[in-house]
């Protein structure tokens, strides 16, 4: 019995001994890892990269600059929300539309150079595979007015030889000119995307070492843009006072394929984007112009006129932006932009002072927009 109690036992040690060993040997197969935590991005939850970042290889080489796009982005969905402050610069001339009874011009076309607009730009996309996305999109900018006023001793008139027939736009006392614009804009894109996460020592503690991710994104799509306009010239004679007005209204519509690029870079809190699109579209332009009554008279001296045209027109952006990232969805947005639209009709160079019987009949729709200006906003991306 003793002898065989003391084979057990020692059995039993030399099992140990060898289960020991066989654990001790596995861990020293397993290779060295450090699990340092993200720093930088305190009070938030830091962006996470997608799982494959985890059993890809590559994607754990802390020197490895791009592993491909299966690493980052962290999000599959966006949307942004910016309001818009863009000034608007018209190729509509230096026209004179007032002159004194001397023949000094006191008002043109450039005095009714809309201000500051105000507006608001939507998107909302998805990335379907590692590769491809799509996203959908609205720009309105609203609120482009401008105006001026001129008065005088019964010694103001319209260029002839409107002026000649209408009895308020000759000798009137006050002229007043208003210019009204909007333009919205739709598109439809799809996009290549490549996303790639970047690790390497850095002077930042938030990014050294820790992977941030830049994305290339290629566009196709489909624009339609709307710029509406009307303007007027209202003249004011006589006791009591009477007004006549020459008012017209334009339309320009625009629709065609569309190509850009688009790029974002993240590192930390913060986060620049920024983006090209061009586009060659149809045009369809059209204007209509009011009745022109002489209210002293009560002659109509032009009766209601509309023309149409079509052409080819040109769309381009640009757009530079910065973002501060709240949190891992939501973040800040400032930037500036560059609106650029060719071939539109507006409704000041569709004024014609002429008294012949095709006056106001054609259509000027070789007239240029350039707006530019700062955008703010928030957007979204989980």
């Known amino acids: 019995m003793v002898r065989g109690a003391q084979t057990l036992r020692t059995i039993v ?60 982005p962290s999000w599959d969905t966006y949307a942004i929300f910016d309001v818009l402050f863009l000034q608007r610069n018209n190729a509509v001339g230096n026209r004179p539309l007032v002159y004194t009874d001397l023949g000094d011009p006191v008002m043109t076309t450039q005095d009714l150079q809309p201000g500051i607009g105000t ?19 609205y720009t309105g900018i609203y609120g482009m007015f401008g105006d001026a006023l001129v008065t005088g001793p019964g010694n103001l008139q319209l260029p002839p030889d ?27 894109n799809f996009f290549r995307y490549r996303c790639c996460p970047e690790r390497r020592p850095t002077r930042l503690a938030c990014t050294d070492c820790q992977p941030s991710c830049h994305c290339i994104n290629w566009l196709a799509g489909f624009v339609w843009a709307g710029l509406n306009e009307q303007s007027s010239l209202a003249g004011t004679c006589c006791d009591p006072p009477e007004t006549s007005i020459y008012s017209v209204q334009t339309t320009t519509n625009y629709f065609g394929p569309q190509i ?42 032009r009766g209601a006129i509309r023309s149409t045209d079509t052409g080819v027109g040109f769309i381009g952006s640009l757009n530079a932006t910065l973002v501060y990232r709240l949190t891992e969805v939501w973040g800040l947005r400032a930037g500036y932009n560059v609106y650029w639209l060719t071939n539109a009709a507006f409704a000041p160079s569709q004024w014609d002072f002429s008294t012949l019987s095709t006056a106001g009949t054609g259509i000027n729709d070789n007239g240029t927009l350039f707006l530019h200006g700062a955008n703010l906003g928030v957007e979204a991306r989980w």
């Open 13 to 72: 040690t030399r099992s140990v001994g060898i289960g020991a060993a066989m654990v001790a040997s596995l861990a020293a197969l397993a290779p060295a890892q450090e699990i340092v935590p993200p720093t930088g991005f305190t009070g938030a939850r830091m962006p996470t990269f997608r799982e494959e970042a985890t059993v890809d290889g590559e994607c754990m080489d802390e020197m490895r600059r791009c592993c491909g796009n299966r690493c980052c």
């Open 119 to 137: 507006g608001t730009r939507v998107f909302f996309g998805r990335l379907l595979t590692d590769t491809w996305g799509w996203e959908i999109g």
């Open 162 to 188: 409107l002026s000649t027939v209408v009895s308020n736009f000759n000798d009137a006392e006050q002229v007043r000119g208003t210019y009204l614009s909007s333009l919205n804009m739709a598109e439809v």
């Open 260 to 301: 850009g690029m688009r790029g974002r870079r993240e590192w930390c809190r913060w986060a620049v984007e920024g983006w090209w699109k061009t586009a060659l579209c149809g045009t369809a332009a059209a204007q209509g112009q009011a009745p022109i009554y002489d209210t002293i008279t009560g002659l109509t001296e």
